[in-house]
């Protein structure tokens, strides 16, 4: 599931992020458009013949209201919290650094709260893509900041997406793997 926020306006800016990389995996697997549901756009298919299922969900609810979408989608969709793989925009990593987990906190995150309520949980992977601070803890200086298009190089940023995405497949392949 990639976080953002929907239409043009928040395209391109860093609480985007997760939908960036959300596309890109849509395009890996092959899944094909995404059809409105859930509150959202939904894509999904096999990795592979007769390999396991997937679905990518990019909620159109604003971020805040995330889980929203995500609530009913893994309940018709059975998933279990920890099959899950949340991506989305770190503030508290500097621009580049991409990490995985699994559960903890929300930090503040509305989108990860919203999350919370809508599964239930916090134990579901999670791609925490750094796309840094502002030198400020004012909330509108942070809100503008991740709202805002990133100032980095294009290069950079696609780096950047190219890293969150790899970092997804292997959380993706590894479940495969094992079921």
């Keep these: 599931m990639g976080l953002g926020n929907p239409g043009s306006k928040y395209a391109g800016t860093r609480h985007n992020v997760g939908y960036m990389v959300a596309e890109r ?6 899944l094909g458009k995404p059809k409105a549901k859930y509150r959202g756009r939904i894509s999904s298919g096999r990795l592979g013949p007769g390999g ?6 990019m909620p159109d609810t604003f971020m805040n209201d995330s889980g929203k979408s995500a609530g009913p989608a893994r309940g ?3 998933v ?4 899950i793989i949340v991506i989305h925009d770190e503030i508290d990593f500097p621009f580049g650094r991409v990490e995985t987990r699994l559960g903890g906190g929300t930090a503040g995150h509305n989108g990860l ?8 949980t916090t134990d579901f992977q999670r791609v925490r893509v750094g796309v840094g601070r502002p030198d400020s803890t004012d909330p509108e ?7 805002g298009r990133f100032k ?18 292997s959380l993706i392949e590894s479940d495969d793997a094992s079921s």
């Design 25 to 30: 995996l849509i395009e890996r697997y092959e």
């Design 52 to 57: 396991a299922r997937v679905a990518v969900l």
């Design 76 to 78: 018709e969709l059975r």
């Design 80 to 83: 279990e919290p920890p099959n």
């Design 113 to 120: 709260k919203s999350l919370k309520a809508g599964l239930g």
């Design 141 to 147: 200086v942070v809100s503008a900041w991740v709202l």
């Design 152 to 169: 980095e190089p294009k290069n950079d940023v696609e780096a950047l997406i190219d890293q969150a995405l790899e970092a997804t497949v």
